[in-house]
T-cell receptor, first 112, second 107 residues
Framework: DGGITQSPKYLFRKEGQNVTLSCEQNLNHDAMYWYRQDPGQGLRLIYY???????QKGDIAEGYSVSREKKESFPLTVTSAQKNPTAFYLC???????????FGPGTRLTVT | KNEVEQSPQNLTAQEGEFITINCSYSVGISALHWLQQHPGGGIVSLFM???GKKKHGRLIATINIQEKHSSLHITASHPRDSAVYIC?????????FGAGTILRVKS
């Protein structure tokens, strides 16, 4: 079955620690995206990648970093510089940038 | 001000009712997406359209490029349609999301 997976579903970290969220897709999609969702707010784009070894900042990239070394993988690191890291993080992919997106189940990160 | 405005923010309907959710945007776009987010958080893409109308089962999406407006209709609504419906527009290399419409369908 083709799809997009994120792990873990729930993640707890202490303030000051970096944490990496996993996102893997086997849909052979070129484009991948990371979004953040806060309660009562819309999705906000953190980073996106249109192709392997390339990525661009979205609207709220500060305090985050990504890599795209393989087509199927787009991990997101939430660094200690991110002031309000507690949120629901969603990864998505599409055949090309802007095409219909397929979303992963999300990771709920809590930092205390 | 968000460049994508959805209305209503909250909507409660009785099972069987016809539902309309609206999305207005302020810039020229190349495509518009409608997404559905279930209470558990998972998101499903419903439609991507750049003109006209698309239909899938009980869902219909329309877009009017001149008026910069799109509507999502649900016919014969059912409690399982309860979810957050999100509109997103693509212009240039920018994706902008609306805040979502929370729909609750009561049986």
């Amino acid at each position: 079955d083709g799809g997009i997976t994120q792990s873990p579903k729930y993640l707890f970290r202490k303030e000051g620690q970096n944490v990496t969220l996993s996102c893997e897709q086997n849909l052979n999609h070129d484009a991948m995206y990371w979004y953040r969702q806060d309660p009562g707010q819309g999705l906000r784009l953190i980073y996106y990648s249109q192709i392997v070894n390339d990525f661009q900042k979205g609207d709220i990239a500060e305090g985050y970093s990504v890599s795209r070394e393989k087509k199927e993988s787009f991990p997101l690191t939430v660094t200690s510089a991110q002031k309000n890291p507690t949120a629901f993080y969603l990864c998505a992919s599409s055949e090309q940038f802007g095409d219909e997106q397929y979303f992963g189940p999300g990771t709920r990160l809590t930092v205390t | 001000k968000n460049e994508v405005e959805q209305s209503p923010q909250n909507l409660t309907a009785q099972e069987g009712e016809f539902i309309t959710i609206n999305c207005s945007y302020s810039v020229g776009i190349s495509a518009l997406h409608w997404l559905q987010q279930h209470p558990g958080g998972g998101i499903v893409s419903l439609f991507m359209l750049s003109s006209g109308k698309k239909k899938h089962g009980r869902l219909i999406a329309t877009i009017n490029i001149q008026e910069k407006h799109s509507s999502l209709h649900i016919t014969a609504s059912h409690p399982r349609d309860s979810a957050v419906y999100i509109c997103a527009v693509l212009y240039g290399n920018k994706l902008v999301f609306g805040a979502g419409t929370i729909l609750r369908v009561k049986s």
